[in-house]
């Protein structure tokens, strides 16, 4: 793995070096992470410049919340910005635990709904009403596929299952649990993708490909 080849990988942007001292961060489940300044590295892999596309797609559209992609450095590790707060390393601390959690995204379009899952919350964002495919939707927002489940919610999967429920579509599984416990939700910002289909995920692929190339 050479960094100049990777570089190459990730055009736009300059390898950013210098002699300031490497910092061992903690956390981290797969790679060593050091603070370098106010960035910080990592080994990069095949994926890198798919991720950093993304992350520059991201903050281009306002979430300013995701780190900057700034190239690799000398030793082909990539390097992006820091950002200020506390990781959520294992064991999770108390501040980020739920019993189950959902992402969610305002669609903007009541029509589109009859397709996705029809989500209302409280004030708190806990879930009060789930529906999948309305015919006629009172609301925009909808559950994307990005979950959190505690293992003591991971354990409920086995019941759902063994009653019959559909074990193919995780809306589903929330559609019957947010009446159980309480569900949260977290509202992503900015762009998001329908992948559900052959035609949505080709059209998802070509946009994503014009960041990469």
Do not use: C
């Not at 055009?11 to 060593?32: C, D, F, Q, S």
């Not at 410049?49 to 190239?71: E, Q």
């Amino acid at each position: 793995m050479t960094g100049p080849s990777r570089a190459a990988a990730d055009p736009g942007r300059t390898a950013v070096g210098g002699a300031e001292p490497e910092v061992a961060l903690a956390g981290g489940n797969m790679t060593p992470v050091v603070r370098v300044g106010d960035t910080v590295r990592r080994r990069a892999g095949p994926w890198t410049p798919t991720i950093h596309a993304l992350l520059r797609h991201v903050r281009a559209a306002g979430f300013t919340l995701a780190p900057d992609p700034l190239g690799l450095d000398g030793s082909g590790r990539e390097i992006l910005s820091l950002l200020p707060g506390r990781v959520a390393t294992y064991p999770l601390p108390a501040f980020v635990l739920s019993d189950a959690m959902l992402a969610t995204y305002d669609v903007g379009d009541l029509e589109a709904m009859k397709k996705y899952s029809a989500i209302q919350t409280d004030a708190a964002g806990v879930i009060t009403r789930f529906e999948e495919k309305p015919e006629k939707p009172e609301t925009t927002l909808t559950g994307i596929a990005l979950y959190y489940f505690a293992p003591a919610t991971l354990e409920l999967f086995t019941t759902y299952i063994a009653a019959g429920n559909n074990p193919d579509q995780p809306g589903r599984f929330i559609q019957w649990l947010y009446s159980r416990l309480p569900v949260k939700t977290y509202q992503i910002k900015g762009t998001w993708y329908d992948i559900g289909s052959k035609e949505t995920l080709e059209k998802a692929n070509k946009i994503f490909a014009e960041f990469v190339n």
